[in-house]
């Protein structure tokens, strides 16, 4: 299912997506933050490996900008527990020069409003490390509040930092039906 706003469009990821998905993860100021996993050497047959498979506890999209279309990264909700009603959302989006103009904030909305609306899910997780100033901020505009601090616990540029885990609500006033 594509979810539409203003700025972004997310929807199934495709195998041609493989390098456009790579080219984002790999840039250095993007991997830094978007987990060990994006810091290892990968081909472009691993990004297509998500396109051709499904889940069943999770939902993956493509962010496309809505004015041309270009790919500007990745997003998913998965760890999707239907018995306890909540999820982990997770987002790349990239490179940099991209940042700081609502790609991020509207892509977190819709994925959010999605888990509570479509899914029926009461609450919604998002880790950040400490650091990411860019992605807290973004995660509060957005209704997320930090649950948890779990200090020393993910290695970032030679040192344990800090992982935070913030959660939404259904009830919050950006998702409650209206």
Same mark, same amino acid.
């Given at each position: 299912?594509? $979810?539409?706003?203003?700025?972004?469009?997310? @929807?199934?990821?495709?195998?041609? %997506?493989?390098?456009?998905?790579?080219?984002?993860?790999? &840039?250095?100021?993007? /991997?830094?933050? /978007?987990?060990? #996993?994006? +810091?290892?050497?990968?081909?472009?047959?691993?990004?297509?490996?998500?396109?051709?498979?499904?889940?069943? %506890?999770?939902?993956?999209?493509?962010?496309?900008?809505?004015? %041309?279309?270009?790919?500007?990264?990745?997003?998913?909700?998965?760890?999707?527990?239907?018995?306890?009603?909540? #999820?982990?959302?997770?987002?790349?989006?990239?490179?940099?020069?991209?940042?700081? @103009?609502?790609?991020? =904030?509207? /892509?977190?909305?819709?994925?959010?409003?999605?888990?509570? @609306?479509?899914?029926? $899910?009461?609450?919604?997780?998002?880790?950040?490390?400490?650091?990411?100033?860019? #992605? +807290?901020?973004?995660? @509060?505009?957005?209704?997320?509040?930090?649950?948890?601090? $779990?200090?020393? &616990?993910?290695?970032?540029?030679?040192?344990?930092? =800090?992982?935070?885990?913030? /959660?939404?609500?259904?009830? &919050?006033?950006?998702? #409650?039906?209206?």
């Amino acid at each position: 299912m594509d $979810l539409v706003g203003e700025l972004v469009r997310l @929807r199934a990821p495709r195998p041609i %997506d493989a390098e456009g998905l790579l080219a984002v993860r790999s &840039h250095p100021e993007v /991997a830094r933050f /978007a987990g060990t #996993a994006s +810091l290892l050497p990968v081909t472009p047959d691993r990004p297509r490996e998500p396109a051709a498979q499904r889940e069943p %506890d999770s939902v993956r999209w493509v962010v496309e900008r809505r004015g %041309d279309r270009a790919l500007i990264g990745g997003s998913a909700l998965g760890t999707v527990d239907f018995r306890n009603r909540n #999820a982990w959302l997770g987002i790349v989006l990239g490179p940099p020069s991209r940042w700081g @103009r609502g790609y991020g =904030t509207e /892509a977190m909305t819709l994925m959010t409003r999605f888990a509570f @609306r479509q899914l029926g $899910l009461e609450k919604v997780y998002f880790g950040v490390l400490e650091g990411n100033d860019r #992605a +807290l901020r973004v995660a @509060r505009r957005t209704g997320y509040e930090v649950e948890a601090a $779990l200090e020393r &616990h993910q290695l970032l540029d030679g040192r344990l930092v =800090t992982e935070y885990w913030l /959660a939404a609500y259904r009830d &919050h006033p950006l998702y #409650a039906a209206r």
